[in-house]
């Protein structure tokens, strides 16, 4: 715990911007590298949902009779779908529901491990006897080997404890400032206290002989033995069991959150729909949340809610992003030791995690490729191949897009520059871009062939749109707005060129579409005679393939403006080689 969290201090200090192992691997090692860390994270959230949830509903479901095991899967998928509500309602974390959750945790687990320890003190030795006695017998019998082997698989099902490290690198970007120093701290305490509360946990099982009861957690059967003398033992025991219940509840939110984070980061270089790089509620959320849920409910059908399986599909992702993170930290550091003062303090650090990481993931895959690890690889494998084609078909259009930017980007003017004042009074198409290129001229373009001399006045709207890779803090934004103004600039310059009264607005947000109503509400209402134009992408032979890959924006805002009573115009452009 205490090397991997070391590990990914350093990858905060590094990347401050966040985004976990994708970023690590896709910067320090290549592309493909990136976007394997990316898929398997993927998957990894989608488990981390399928495991918690899991092991909530074993851990709820201890203190109920054996009988009622049967519908226990049941109650698993109905807090997936429960959960999901709640995500499309815009509840996420809150420190109003976690602080008691977490309290109440804290509270009885300190009475737990507290008494479990102290009350047995003097069992200590004894059992520590009992332990060297053991394990001399078992090396004679199995050999050394044999012991590595079963403490390595035990090591291996406890990767769950490290994808909240994971998740801290990840989402960094959501930090109070200082982030580094946030993040690290928060690494530092959740490291401490996943270490401290397993070896109380185990330390426990040990002086208090806990054996696996049908249908109780471990942790479950310990609650009852340790407060079974207490006044009211058995209600602090529920207590303390439906506070586990609750925060592992609680946990399932991370794969809700940082899924579509995942998303988003790998959406900005063009591995998924580009639609999931916006921050809206509309696209990206909502479209995350369902596919994470979805997916959840699904793992939890095939594997019944086995904690067992899900568990080795879990470690087999975790080890995957965990291991190129590793190895892209060593070798980033080797590769920049003349600028990195202490990279022969941090070099072992990130060769030792590697070594276990690498190491476990291997044995696993061995050990369990029958028992789910075939489709953890499977599943990881199709997301994989799936982001390929998506970036293929990106690279495809962007090729036919660099071939209008080749003719058209350089127009000369045609006559004397226009530098009359916009007209309120006179008829004025008003043309929604995004950035300066090829595509937004061939659209004016479009305008003046399909219109010709119908316009006096040409205005260009924009929205500056903050997505995942701007929203770094005020700085980034501002250089974006910056740059949107630029590209307004260079559309009123060629139109004037062209001798028309030209000018531009533009807006901030986070959606396209819903700070791009607003905007052309506001120009609708100051130019009364005005109609609006959109380019939109057409492809010869249209596929839902490529429906879910272009977010048809245009088509979007046409819907929205036209039932506002303003006038929406879409001119078809071919982008393709």
Request: hydrophobic share 50%; aromatic share 12%.
């Amino acid at each position: 715990m205490f090397v991997i969290s070391f590990s990914y201090s350093r990858i905060i200090e590094h990347f401050p911007g966040g985004g976990g192992g994708y970023i690590v691997a896709n910067h320090t090692i290549s592309e493909k590298a990136g976007v394997i860390s990316g898929s398997a994270l993927l998957v990894d959230y989608m488990l981390t949902i399928t495991v918690s949830v899991a092991a909530c509903a074993d851990a709820l479901f201890s203190f109920l009779p054996v009988g009622f095991q049967a519908f226990k899967l049941l109650f698993a998928m109905f807090l997936v779908v429960v959960l999901i509500i709640l995500n499309f309602r815009g509840v996420k974390e809150s420190v109003s529901i976690l602080a008691p959750i977490f309290l109440i945790f804290i509270i009885t687990h300190a009475l737990l491990l507290g008494y479990g320890i102290f009350s047995h003190t003097t069992l200590v030795v004894p059992v520590a006897t009992q332990m060297q006695a053991g394990l001399q017998q078992d090396i004679l019998t199995i050999g050394f080997i044999g012991i590595l082997a079963i403490f390595l698989r035990a090591y291996s099902f406890g990767a769950g404890t490290y994808t909240g490290l994971e998740a801290v690198a990840n989402g960094l970007q959501i930090m109070r400032e200082p982030r580094v120093q946030t993040g690290k701290r928060t690494m530092a305490y959740m490291a401490i206290s996943l270490a401290v509360i397993s070896a109380g946990l185990f330390i426990c099982y040990l002086l208090w002989q806990v054996r696996p009861v049908p249908g109780q957690t471990l942790n479950a059967v310990l609650a009852g033995s340790v407060f079974a003398a207490w006044p009211y033992g058995s209600l602090i025991a529920l207590i303390t069991i439906l506070a586990e219940g609750a925060l592992l509840f609680v946990a399932a939110q991370t794969g809700f959150i940082d899924g579509p984070r995942v998303m988003a980061n790998m959406a900005i270089d063009s591995w998924l729909p580009r639609r999931f790089a916006l921050l809206s509620e509309r696209f990206t959320m909502n479209n995350g949340i369902m596919i994470m849920g979805i997916a959840s409910l699904l793992l939890l059908v095939y594997s019944r809610g086995s904690i067992l399986v899900l568990v080795t599909m879990y470690a087999i992702n975790v080890f995957i992003t965990f291991s190129l993170s590793q190895y892209g930290m060593a070798r980033f550091v080797y590769k920049n030791r003349l600028q990195e003062p202490h990279w022969k303090r941090q070099l072992p650090i990130f060769i030792i995690g590697f070594s276990l990481c690498a190491t476990i993931l291997t044995i696993t895959v061995f050990e369990k490729f029958g028992e789910g690890a075939w489709l953890t690889i499977v599943i990881t494998g199709l997301v994989v191949g799936m982001c390929f084609l998506i970036r293929n078909h990106y690279q495809e259009v962007a090729e036919g897009v660099r071939k209008l930017d080749t003719h058209l980007m350089t127009v000369p003017s045609t006559g004397t520059v226009n530098h009359n004042e916009l007209d309120p009074h006179k008829k004025t198409a008003v043309q929604l871009v995004t950035g300066y290129s090829g595509f937004g001229v061939r659209t004016f373009f479009s305008i003046n062939q399909t219109f010709p001399d119908v316009y006096d006045n040409v205005i260009f709207a924009s929205v500056a749109v903050v997505d995942s890779g701007t929203f770094k803090g005020r700085n980034e934004v501002q250089a974006l707005q910056g740059a949107v103004e630029a590209d307004l600039e260079k559309y009123v310059d060629l139109a004037r060129g062209l001798g028309f009264a030209a000018g531009y607005r533009m807006a901030t947000g986070t959606d396209a579409v819903e700070a791009g109503v607003p905007l052309c509400q506001a120009i609708a209402k100051e130019f009364p005679h005005s109609t609006f134009f959109a380019g939109q992408v057409v492809f010869r032979q249209e596929t839902p393939f490529q429906k879910i890959l272009h977010n048809e924006t245009a088509f979007a805002l046409q819907r929205r403006l036209q039932f506002k009573g303003i006038t929406t115009v879409i001119l078809p452009i071919r982008a393709e080689p």
